[in-house]
């Protein structure tokens, strides 16, 4: 079965301090894989992509095929990055996004 | 810049009652997809559309329907409303199917309260 888990449902991190936002997935074959954020307010947008390898906003996201995961990290939180962050994947046929249930960022100064 | 587009915006229905959720793609997008958003949860895909042709479907009851019209415009009609039907609804429009370098843009949602 394809599926996303998002072990956190919040984590919270001061101004400054290392960010990583956890996720795994069970696929069978190549996954392509996603993260979305939705701030406040907000549409829910794509945040990065693991095919395009970009750095976005100080994130990252390194596809692990050994561990089925593909973390969100980024090495110095801004109060800017409170959201709520959802990974996905591209279900087989192409037709579905298939999400996480999420996890909330909290950046306090 | 005019990105997806849903409407209502909010919708009070009651048990038992039908709703029609509207969507309008991004210009030039060809496929519109459907997710149920209760919360505290991810969006769950319940359709997709590409072509005017339903190519996927989630695992939602026959009382879910969609359509979509010559210009990329689509539909969602829920039957039979079930207070657990209350959830925001999103619309995700794409140049074509999923996949590679096919972003999925959504709208602002339509959020449904079933009372």
């Known amino acids: 079965a394809q599926r996303v888990t998002q072990p956190e449902k919040l984590l919270s991190v001061f101004k400054g301090a290392p960010v990583e936002l956890k996720c795994n997935y069970s696929y069978s074959g190549s996954p392509e894989l996603f993260w979305y954020v939705q701030y406040s307010r907000q549409r829910l947008q794509l945040l990065l992509r693991?095919?395009s390898r970009e750095s976005i906003k100080g994130f990252t996201a390194d596809l692990n095929k050994g561990e089925t995961s593909f973390h969100l990290k980024k090495p110095f939180a801004q109060e800017e990055d409170s959201a709520m962050y959802y990974c996905a994947l591209t279900n087989q046929a192409g037709t579905a996004l298939i999400f996480g249930k999420g996890t909330t960022l909290s950046v306090s100064s | 810049d005019a990105g997806v587009t849903q409407s209502p915006t909010h919708l009070i229905k009651t048990r038992g009652q039908q709703v029609t959720l509207r969507c309008s793609p991004i210009?030039?997008?060809?496929?519109v997809s459907w997710y149920q958003q209760v919360l505290g949860q991810g969006p769950q895909f319940i359709f997709q559309y590409y072509e005017k042709e339903e190519r996927g479907r989630g695992n939602f009851p026959d009382r879910f329907s969609a359509r979509q019209f010559p210009n990329y415009s689509s539909e969602l009609n829920v039957n039979a409303l079930l207070l657990g039907d209350s959830a925001l609804y999103l619309c995700?429009?794409?140049?074509?199917?999923?996949?590679?370098?096919?972003?999925?843009?959504f709208g602002q949602g339509t959020r449904l309260t079933v009372v």
């Open positions: 693991h095919i």
């Open positions: 995700a429009s794409s140049l074509g199917p999923l996949g590679g370098a096919t972003e999925a843009f």
């Open positions: 210009s030039g997008h060809k496929s």
